[in-house]
């Protein structure tokens, strides 16, 4: 981001313009290190640790966790239907098996 990179440069320089000030100008490149080790942008992280990043996010948290809920309920509902259900079935016979004779 071009603004954060621009007011990162701006906190030294200003630090900078003070020379007599050794403390706030230590404290100016401080910062910007702490700002720089905060970790690695988005689009140079390799793709699982991106996603690990993305989900740990407190934006993003909730909707994984429900994703997760979703996709075990289909797992429960897809590995509860047993072969006696699947011959009942009216969308199973029409659009599985073809079986349009009941229209």
Do not use: C
């Amino acid at each position: 981001n071009k603004s954060r990179a621009h007011a990162r440069g701006y906190i030294v320089i200003r630090a900078e313009q003070d020379p007599g000030d050794e403390e706030a100008l230590a404290r100016a490149r401080d910062k910007v290190s702490r700002r720089r080790q905060r970790g690695t942008m988005w689009h140079k992280m390799p793709w699982g640790q991106f996603v690990a990043h993305e989900i740990m996010r407190a934006e993003t948290y909730p909707f994984v966790i429900g994703m997760g809920l979703i996709f075990l309920m289909g797992v429960k509902i897809a590995t509860g239907v047993t072969e006696e259900d699947k011959k009942e079935s009216k969308y199973y016979k029409q659009f599985v098996l073809g079986d349009r004779s009941g229209h």
